[in-house]
């Protein structure tokens, strides 16, 4: 979405415009979008339509369930997303969430979605996005490493026309490689030949020429054809293996697996039924809620997490910024409406997103497409899809999944900065096990490092006529104990005459009360052994907080030069400072002139 | 502890004088100390006898389960405990946690006391104790404000007379209120008087002039007897109500109530049962941890926060230090000792600790005394303690916690950091629901201010010929998007002609990889609108990141002025800075000049 790149713009535009994303790219939208648009969302349709069917059973729902999740969720997201890339729809993970939560019951899963969609939105008009400023960038690189591997792994079975292989990822690895004699050949060559022509549609989309303006006609017009022939490879490649399977069938034999037939109709637009029928009576609304229990808090946070961990993670890729509490709000309004077409809990799919970006969209109204494709599907053209090969799909995935394994990342973070490794590795490695652990443990771990680095700051300490102490950065309260630690340790190890301890607080831009607590502990500790604690360079808010306590002893300088005269004034008489408070900056106090 | 608050000293020390603190005090024990801990300890073996009677009713145990709770605890923290004040012994809270885990069964409750142990333990060694650095001074004051409140008021059922009140605070605000025409009118007036009596020796004990040595020999005699009677207040007390209350039963009638026949005898030493033998076969290990579930982490953690957070409030109120490892190691230490007395879990008791501190105890030695009146009481002193009235007990608590009550903090906080005020209410309300509640959430509120601090740090812009900006202190992870929209807004919203930009980081003293990225995000943005980004005033270690990272377009000078001399010139050039790299500080790069 190139508005999104004019990070300038968006201050000077009313409320609606930031509120309502597709008014920042439908005036400027042209017909060279439109295409790439309709190609990435007819492919990105092509790809969740037996994905929703095969999730939907993961989630423990009937088959059309998967459809059903499918299109509101896109038609949401292009009126409200900031993401281009971004599909909202059925995942792997929120399917898993939803089968733990729901006891195999269609009006407990839609009443699941529009409970989490309503949390959501209550989370965005809250602005609780700043929350996901928390997931740093070694979190980020090593998700998408990791799914990038899980997700191709995933689809290995099918290129292989393998069934009933488990979903754990370990599980998966070792049923796979058991099992690989029981390959379909027919699978395997379609599955192999549909990979190696996207990989070399792929190559050739970058390695060609840019067309100068001065070449004949005839080499501009084969220069569309190959470019249009690149950026549509996913629909071409469904496409004639589609055909390909369809003659095998005319033909009366049927070497490939394919995606099978798939119930027709539409759901029905109603509220989400609030209590449910069973034999023994109905269940009311309070007790379907505490059957969910903690599902109404992992759903809805799991389901933002995927989002914008997906959403961030192609914005970085793509040059975009998204806008964290915008996608909490389009997620929430997903999801309500979602639950009124009869949808499971819907979340960012980071495959069918990766397949989106590759297939060059250019505004979220690829979805459009997209939900318009799984409506007619419903509707219709179930017949249709019965000849997809399930192997062109898994190459279409994968092709679209490997490119976001990023290597590089960690000789990178070993050259630049050793330590956010540590988020990485936890987060690439916990992902093998589970996703949502991955990236709860990564964000823990680097939530960790950021907290040690604020309660053990970097404090400068020079030892001559007086103790320097120059802490490095702002004291906020968990740091105070460490720099009354360093300080006595200084001052107190020092030979016999009493010093004075000068504490340079250029760098300090805030501190709050535990930390004034903690300097007048200090400022009574050193007193009681004979020595003087001088402040300089306070900023002026510090200062203010400061002079409000009316600490017992307090003594600054607006200068360190000050400072460290009236330090060595305090050393040449031989005695402490007197223990009185001097307001008064760049003066010397009464005490050290007497 | 008179020698914690040497904290030079430490250092000097070997590694066993930190992990037996008893070494750093027990060289320098005089007899006055020996007269104030003798004094302490035995007002404390008089407190905990009745309460842990009671507490261990509330843990759902027989009730001598309370008194093998009540002597470890302190035999282990007088060798190991860096806190004079506190002891550790069964609590309210504690208690309340056993009796939802261990299914009123001893042997789950011990085998808990030795699991909760070694948890304890594992994170003493793990140096965990930095996370104790966490607990801000607003949480502190809100906590022992709220507790000093709870546990008065708990004590008022009991100068009362009245019996059969419940545990939480409002409904024992409303039964009490109720209730208040039940009052027994011999426990009220013993109570009162009592409560009384306490206060005016306090009182006296502050008003005390100093005995000046030139007094004669009479006036320093009684100046001692009334220094004597007014700090042992708590034990005379209890002595005196005893008396009353046993002449009364000489006299044939009771109108007191009495604390009651305790059951005599010490439990076994042995290892905690690792199986339950029950009627239907028994229970082995595995199924006893799973039982316990949740338990296993809450009573662990419940124990350290409680300990640590008064050993904190004392610590800060007496003006010494604790080493919250060697905190963590005695509450473990207690634990896994006491599990093998038939102990159950316990934890630092708030009413115990401020009777411990208000009798003036020196050193932990005072626990020995304690201990050591909890073991005979057990053998043989049951008897005496029968008399000892409630209402008495109840006086010596109130008095105790009632000075912990801190009104002024609310004025201070209001004038120094008004935003301190929130965790300080927060935890001070919800601490009156349940104290755990009111801790975590202070700690959570505390956290996510802290936290937000970081994600929007403050940042100078002023604008000129060049657009300065200067963020006031290290940039973490979650800051970086701030100071994106921060520096593209002012660049992109300015007047026509491109600008150079510069940051200044001489308040930054480390960054991330995330922040990195960050940079070569905006380096990249800028760039692409035209305008240069000029960096300057680079720590050492901030500059080794950048360039390892070997950013795209990066350039630096050491000071301010040579980067706004550089920004001028690429201003007064008409174009933006080429985007080469140019790692030659204080040195014009040559694309400039030409």
Same mark, same amino acid.
């Given at each position: 979405m190139p508005g999104a790149r004019d990070c300038g713009r968006s201050c000077r535009c009313p409320e609606v415009r930031r509120r309502l994303p597709v008014l920042r790219w439908l005036p400027r939208y042209s017909l060279a979008w439109l295409q790439l648009d309709l190609m990435a969302g007819l492919v990105v349709g092509l790809t969740v339509v037996p994905q929703a069917l095969a999730y939907a059973e993961v989630a423990g729902l009937p088959p059309q369930y998967g459809l059903y999740s499918s299109f509101m969720g896109c038609f949401v997201y292009c009126f409200l997303g900031t993401a281009k890339d971004v599909t909202l729809g059925p995942t792997a993970i929120m399917s898993l969430l939803v089968s733990s939560y729901t006891f195999h019951?269609?009006?407990y899963a839609v009443l699941l979605t529009f409970l989490s969609g309503c949390i959501q939105l209550a989370m965005g008009l809250l602005h609780l996005g700043v929350l996901l400023d928390f997931i740093s960038c070694p979190v980020i690189k090593g998700f998408t490493s990791a799914a990038s591997i899980t997700i191709s792994f995933n689809q290995v079975k099918n290129i292989l026309g393998l069934q009933g292989i488990p $979903?754990? @990822? @370990?599980?998966?690895?070792? =049923?796979?490689? $058991? $099992?690989?004699r029981e390959t379909r050949a027919g699978d395997a060559v379609l599955g192999l030949s549909c990979l190696a022509a996207l990989a070399g549609l792929r190559a050739m989309k970058s390695h060609l020429p840019r067309a100068a303006s001065a070449d004949p006609l005839a080499a501009r017009v084969s220069y569309m054809i190959v470019w249009t022939t690149a950026t549509a490879r996913n629909a071409l490649v469904v496409l004639f293996a589609g055909l390909v399977a369809y003659s095998f069938q005319v033909m009366g034999s049927q070497p490939l697996t394919l995606t099978g037939s798939v119930p027709q109709g539409l759901p029905p637009f109603r509220l989400p039924r609030f209590s449910l029928a069973a034999p023994n009576g109905t269940i009311p609304f309070e007790t379907m809620v505490e059957d969910m229990g903690v599902g109404l808090a992992m759903v809805p946070l799991m389901g933002l997490l995927e989002t914008v961990v997906i959403a961030k993670a192609f914005a970085s890729q793509n040059n975009y910024r998204i806008?964290?509490?915008?996608?909490?709000?389009?997620? %929430? @309004?997903?999801?309500?409406? %979602?639950?009124f077409v009869s949808s499971y809990p819907i979340t960012g799919s980071f495959g069918r997103t990766a397949v989106n970006a590759q297939s060059g969209v250019c505004t979220p109204a690829g979805g459009l497409v997209t939900g318009a494709l799984v409506l007619l599907s419903l509707a219709y053209l179930t017949s249709l899809f019965y000849y997809i090969p399930k192997a062109a799909l898994a190459a279409v995935i994968i092709s679209a999944v490997v490119p976001m394994f990023d290597a590089g990342i960690f000789r990178t973070l070993w050259r630049v900065k050793r330590l956010d490794l540590v988020p990485l590795c936890v987060t690439f490695l916990l992902c093998f096990w589970e996703v949502q652990y991955g990236i709860l443990a990564g964000m823990l771990v680097s939530g960790i490092l950021l907290l040690y680095s604020i309660a053990r700051p970097s404090i400068k300490v020079s030892e001559g006529d007086v103790l320097l102490v120059q802490p490095g950065s702002s004291l906020h309260f968990p740091a105070i104990r460490c720099l009354q630690d360093i300080i006595c340790s200084h001052a107190l190890a020092a030979p016999s005459p009493p010093r004075s301890i000068i504490l340079?607080?250029?760098?300090?831009?805030?501190?709050?009360?535990?930390?004034?607590? %903690?300097?007048? =502990?200090?400022?009574?500790?050193l007193h009681n052994h004979g020595l003087s604690l001088i402040f300089c360079s306070l900023q002026d808010p510090v200062l203010q907080v400061l002079l409000s306590a009316d600490l017992e002893g307090f003594q600054h300088f607006s200068r360190r030069e000050e400072a460290e005269q009236a330090g060595a004034v305090a050393l040449g008489g031989g005695r402490a400072a007197p223990f009185t408070s001097s307001s008064q900056s760049s003066v010397l106090p009464t005490g050290f002139i007497q």
């Open positions: 019951e269609p009006v $979903r754990q @990822f @370990f599980l998966q690895v070792y =049923e796979t490689l $058991r $099992r690989i806008d964290p509490n915008q996608e909490l709000l389009a997620m %929430g @309004f997903a999801n309500i409406l %979602g639950s340079d607080c250029c760098h300090i831009s805030s501190i709050d009360y535990t930390v004034v607590v %903690g300097l007048a =502990e200090l400022l009574q500790d």
